[in-house]
């Protein structure tokens, strides 16, 4: 589905270029994981967490006591350009508890990057080298409220935005006039805000934790800005079209055969996208987990996750991780490492490595 209206130029008089969208749409994704969650392999929608935050389900949130800040980031290594040798957007989420059992919650998280180029033929007469980088941003804001020791509920909004710059040189492969030689142009494709509901719900008891989540379709305003220069002068055109991001739903069940020990599995599912000329199949990611206590504030995690479908259709996770809190639970750091391997076109495997930190308001004293 075309999302835009076409852009059309006249280079020099000569050839007529339509905006050209990139090959991998709004790039490669990640699924929003803080890095306890990612230790486990994307365990969380069945899991409580009092001190990081869940775009996959927010209503875990509800057990925070006390208000706080995390702070998260991710190293990525592998066969994918757009996050090789690069580190993520940075995540931030901030909890402030309230009378009631209410907690107001709110987070920024990176969710997509692209970073590729193409070289083709332009009419009868041009090269053109098309070069694409940008990516998409997430924000949540909203509340979640325990009604009682074991069960909550959580609604808010999603907003996704960002930008996708596209950076094209037209170089002359056929003598047309005396004075023409190359064209450069800049195609700046901005998502506006879209925003969408979420709702979610946890019950959780001493030994047992189920929880789901649903994020609506969100469509918002995609603008694209051209600028042009050549041998012959400059101009500047606009266009303005929808885009649309599909829906997403999160299940996810978690067990305490001791105390010390947590088992959990998550299933994420979301539709077909389609979005500047790309479709992204539905699928789904399972994920299975577990986390142990190991005493003195030290928390060892190890999980597994595989994808039907989605953006690496067949891509297996392999993770572990590990978690530290001191001062009584007044701050600390989770670290998890990954290993993930897929197919496309051939074998493709990339290395995360995934960090957070943390602190309550504890912190700074009674």
Known sequence: MTLLPCIVFVISGIVSIDYLPPPDGIGSEILPLNSRSYGMGGVCAGVPDSTGFSMLNPAASAWTLAGGICLGGRYSEGDVKAWDNQLD??????????????????????????????????????????????????????????????????????????????DVTLTQTAMITPTSDSSVYRD??????????????????????????????????????????????SDSSSSSGIYYLPGEISVGISFRPTERLLIGADIYSRKVMNILDSRTAHGDVYSVGAELYAGNGISVRSGFSYMD???????????????YSFSEGRAGVDIAAG????????????????????????????
């Open 339 to 366: 290993y993930q391997y897929w197919r496309e076109d051939h074998f493709r495997e990339e290395t995360v490595l995934s960090i957070s930190l943390w602190a309550t308001e504890k912190w700074l004293g009674e």
């Open 188 to 233: 700046d494709a901005r998502f506006r805000m879209a925003w969408g509901g979420v709702f979610g719900i946890l019950l959780n008891t001493d030994r047992f934790g189920l929880g789901f989540s649903i994020s609506t379709d969100r469509k918002g305003t995609l603008d694209v800005n051209r600028d042009f220069l050549s041998t012959s002068g």
């Open 309 to 323: 479908g989605l953006w690496r259709d067949g891509a297996s996770t392999f993770t572990a991780g590990a978690g």
């Open 89 to 166: 957007f940075p995540t931030v989420s901030a909890f402030v508890p309230l009378p009631g059992g209410i907690v107001l919650s709110g987070t920024i998280d990176g969710r997509s990057r692209i970073d590729s180029e193409l070289q083709m033929a332009v009419g009868d007469d041009y090269t053109g080298k098309f070069s694409w980088t940008g990516g998409l941003v997430e924000t949540y804001t909203g509340l979640s409220v325990r009604t009682s020791d074991w069960l909550a509920f959580s609604v808010g909004g999603r907003c996704s935005f960002g930008n996708i710059l596209s």
